[in-house]
């Protein structure tokens, strides 16, 4: 990846509301190539979405979020892809990953009521034939997602001019 | 010390700020208030600085974006700060060599080889308090009443007081917008260099966020050599050039001999606070100037050389990271300002964009600009002319503030500019 692609990137990640003409500022490429660097990542799945990073708390809004730990056995008819497949359809799953360790698939969920997530994991994921134990873990607090810190920022104290 | 001095003043002792030399700006007021001191001339001698008068009113408005900083936006990274805190929590809080720790002197030994610098831990390295010590340092040590020191400016601040303070001459060596501010040795020749005893370099370069090339160093030293001048290289930028890899003038031929390095993690490794530096030169300069360090500071502090270590060790991810984000910020800042018709030579180093204000500002006047900038659209920024007369007719604008600032502060700025 070169360094124009790596900046474009990096601009989205830190806003992705930013405009074509401040990317091809941060960037240096004219902004018709930003728009058409962006349709090739887009098309390459490298870019696979743009979303808002929400503090649900400060948006007094009723949002229950929890991470849910799924261990599965494979059989020799069930691969991992299609448990995920599977799980990856419900609409409460934020995200799903497969990780190394005591389990086996590590999912975000969320939705607005504890009932809602409770009866997604029991109904949804517990009967699937290969899970064999999940663990759900409630979030009581976020206080960074996804890079951004959920506090009012240090005030800066640095002096306004300096040498 | 004057009792004007102890009043509270916000940039007091704490800052770099008082390289302005006379605090108060008002020179003999302390004989007013009745008190008996009478400064030293060779301070008295030294004038206010430009930015001076810009702080206060920076300081005084609430809704100030500000582009006039010269530090980073970033913490320190945490394994340094973790180091730090450490070492106090384990009772590490006594002096260390004058020197410096030993382990930190190998750390920077290692560390600089990466700028093809080979020096000695025991004799060649010499750790400050903060980088401008070390420069201090060099003219303490260095430089005898009457020689004379060339200035390239526009420059950092500090060295033309420092020169002074040490009973040298500086000699102001204009560098140009249209030579991307590289220094050139006809430049040093037309100011009368060839009659001087030291030479200092800033590059990457604060101000203007130049840096020199190989073959431009190539130049100088070629000059320095042949008129035989010493240098004093501050290199505090080193770690933040975008595109070319820095070079250092003691790498060239018979050069490493006749310079004084400096470095030190303000910059790289936003330890401003921290107050760490280190000198890199040969054994009877580096002695000279230990000397000197041994009697004013005894060594520099113990918890930040701690921190030191982790940065040279552990933080490389880091300054990786604020150097990306740095680039991004200084496209953006330069095609902004190259859009609202500003002229700025492409900054290759350092965290500063030099754009030229001279035929947008009235009678060209660079602090009249930044002043009523300031005042009707509370984005601050230091005029060209503190950074010496060749600084004049620029705008010293720093990138080291959020994406969003920098919009918000170019956005203003391209209002004020359509109102002109």
Known sequence: MDDETRALLDALVADARESTEDIARQTGLPADEVDARLDDLEAAGVLRGYTAVVDWDRAEADRVAAIVEVNVELDRETAYEEIARRIAESPTVDSLRLVSGDYDFALDVSADTMQAVSRFVAEEVAPLPAVTRTVTHYVMETYKERGVVFDDRDEDDRLSVTP | MSEGDESGDPTDGGTDLTADGDVDGSGGAAADEGDRFTPADRVDAVPPSGIRAFFEVAESREDVISLGVGEPDFTAPWPARSAAIESLERGRTSYTANRGKPKLRREIARHVRRYDLEYDPDEEVLVTTGASEAVDLAFRA?????????????????????VTFAGGEPLAVPTYHEDDWSLTPEALLAAGADEADVLVLCYPNNPTGATMSRAELSAVADFCRE????????????????????????????????????????????????????????????????KVHQYAMLSAPTTAQHAAVAALRRCEDDVREMRREYDRRRRYLTTRLRELGLAVAEPRGAFYAFPRVAEVAPDGDDEAFAETLLEETGVAAVPGGAFGDGGAGHLRLSYATGMDELKEATRRLETFLAER
């Not at chain 2, 260095?142 to 420092?162: I, K, R």
């Not at chain 2, 890899?245 to 606070?273: C, D, Q, W």
């Open chain 2, 142 to 162: 260095l430089v005898d009443p009457g020689d004379v020191v060339a200035l390239p400016t526009p420059t950092y601040v500090s060295y033309e007081p420092g």
């Open chain 2, 227 to 290: 008129y035989d001048l010493v240098v004093v290289s501050d290199e505090i930028y080193a770690a933040l050039t975008y595109g070319d890899e820095h070079v250092s003038i003691a790498t060239l031929p018979g050069m490493r001999e006749r310079t004084v390095v400096v470095n030190g993690f303000s910059k790289a490794y936003a330890m401003t606070g921290l107050r760490l530096g280190y000198a890199l030169a040969p054994p009877t300069a580096s002695a000279a100037m230990t």
